[in-house]
C-alpha cells in the first residue's frame, strides 16, 4: 500500500468485471479485445466505478459498438474507452467533466458521470481527458504504477 493506502490492482482485472453486465446488451456491443494485463496503483473499488462511469456514458451514446482497452505504458496503465455515437464537440472536451453537465437532452441521467470519474482520477493522481477520434467519443485515463 502506499500512503493513500492505495495498493496494486490489476487494472484489467477490474475493468473485465466492471463491463461484464454490458456484454449481456443487446443494444451495444463491448469490445473488450484490446485489455491486456495491466496494473496500477489504486483503489479497487473506485476504479471499478471509473469504469463503470465511462462505460455507461459511452453506451447511453453509442450507436451499436464500446470498445474498452487497458494496456501499460512506462509510467503504470492506459484505459481507453471509444463509442461510435456522435461524440463530443472539441470545445467541450473539458466541460464535460463538470458536474452536472449534460450534452443531451435526457432527464432519466443526473449528468454526475463524466464529473464523478474526474474526481476519481483525481484521487488516484491520475488524468482523464477526451482525444481526438474518427468517430464517436474517445476518453483516455493514464493511471500511476
Do not use: K, Q
Amino acid at each position: 500500500m502506499d500512503g493513500n493506502g492505495y495498493e496494486v490492482v490489476d487494472l484489467d482485472t477490474v475493468v473485465i468485471a466492471a463491463t461484464a453486465p454490458y456484454t449481456r446488451s443487446a443494444r451495444v456491443s463491448i469490445d473488450a479485445s484490446g485489455i491486456e494485463p495491466s496494473a496500477c496503483t489504486g483503489d479497487p473499488t473506485e476504479l471499478g466505478r471509473l469504469v463503470t462511469d465511462l462505460v455507461d456514458n459511452a453506451v447511453r451514446f453509442a450507436a451499436s459498438r464500446v470498445a474498452v482497452s487497458v494496456f501499460p505504458t512506462p509510467a503504470g496503465s492506459r484505459l481507453t474507452v471509444v463509442d461510435d455515437g456522435p461524440g463530443i464537440p472539441e470545445g467541450e472536451w473539458e466541460h464535460v467533466f463538470e458536474p452536472g453537465v449534460r450534452l443531451d437532452a435526457d432527464p432519466g441521467h443526473a449528468g454526475t458521470g463524466l464529473s464523478d470519474a474526474r474526481e476519481i482520477v483525481g484521487r488516484h493522481r491520475a488524468t482523464v481527458r477526451v482525444e481526438p477520434s474518427a468517430r464517436g467519443a474517445r476518453l483516455v485515463v493514464d493511471l500511476p504504477a
